[in-house]
């Protein structure tokens, strides 16, 4: 079995030998000060520059998480989880939709992280790419707005690079 479907189901724990239930129960600080969990929480099928003995994912395991509804119930809490990290939250629309808006303590949160060059812009990548990959391409595309409006109006704290 793939260790990150083990990892997202409870049946693994990380190379540090945290559960996914602990690392989604860190507070805040932790979440900026620890970088190897990012990967765990949204794996890739590419290889980390950053964490080199992260996991990879191979089509097989992608598909696996497409069809498998709790794997996506899961990679949903992880972003839900980094969404609050970054001061946003999932929301209900007035149209009855999913929508990402800022939380009430998105100034706070943001003055963490929103700098040019931030390493946290890698990490935001990453979840935008894992998500789609992982069957959650509707999440991603809504944080990407999110994200896109935020930019509109701080692209001088953000930097064009990013």
Do not use: C
């Not at 040019?116 to 990453?126: A, F, K, L, Q």
């Amino acid at each position: 079995m793939n260790d990150v479907a083990a990892f997202y189901r409870g049946e693994a724990v990380h190379p540090d030998g945290h559960t996914l239930d602990d690392v989604l129960g860190w507070d805040d600080r932790r979440l900026a000060v620890t970088h190897n969990y990012i990967q765990w929480l949204f794996p890739l099928k590419k290889a980390s520059a950053q964490v080199p003995n992260s996991p990879i994912l191979s089509a097989g395991e992608v598909d696996l998480f497409r069809r498998d509804p709790g794997l996506r119930r899961g990679l949903l809490r992880s972003f839900e989880r980094m969404l609050r990290f970054y001061g946003y939250r999932l929301a209900m629309g007035s149209d009855g939709r999913a929508q990402v808006d800022r939380g009430s303590d998105f100034d706070a949160r943001s003055a963490e992280w929103l700098t040019p060059g931030n390493h946290n812009y890698r990490r935001i990548s990453r979840i935008l790419e894992s998500m789609r990959l992982l069957g959650l391409g509707e999440m991603s595309r809504l944080f990407l707005q999110a994200l896109t409006d935020l930019y509109r109006g701080e692209s001088r704290r953000i930097g064009w690079t990013t």
